[in-house]
């Protein structure tokens, strides 16, 4: 038997702050992890000084996909965008029809924020 882990985050970076060494181990141990991305990042802060520059903020959406990409390499996990628009909460339920078809052994998420919309879209 196949183990299967479900991590579910509002954004592309979610999952490298928040339990990438826990999914990386998995990952290495033969469990197949599929990361469950809620929103593409597309109205995030940009926290770095040297990158908060005018090319950085127009280009936002295709550098969060690029850093998603190269953090599912470095975990070695699967990774799915869902499709919401951050900082637009979708329901509960929405979610979990996107993420997976199959159905996780376990999954992993984030206690919503009050500060930020999306994060409710990986609770339910």
Request: proline residues 6%.
């Amino acid at each position: 038997m196949r183990f299967r882990l479900l991590s579910v985050h509002a954004h592309p970076d979610d999952e490298s702050s928040k339990g990438a060494a826990t999914l990386a181990k998995y990952a290495a141990e033969g469990v197949e992890v599929l990361v469950a991305t809620c929103t593409g990042g597309e109205r995030g802060d940009v926290l770095n000084p040297a990158m908060d520059r005018p090319g950085v903020r127009a280009d936002l959406p295709a550098i969060r996909r690029a850093e998603m990409e190269a953090a599912r390499r470095i975990l070695g996990v699967r990774q799915r965008f869902l499709g919401f628009v951050d900082s637009g909460p979708p329901t509960r339920f929405a979610t979990r029809g996107r993420a997976s078809r199959g159905g996780p052994a376990s999954s992993t998420t984030r206690a919503p924020s009050r500060r930020s919309g999306s994060r409710r879209c990986t609770t339910g």
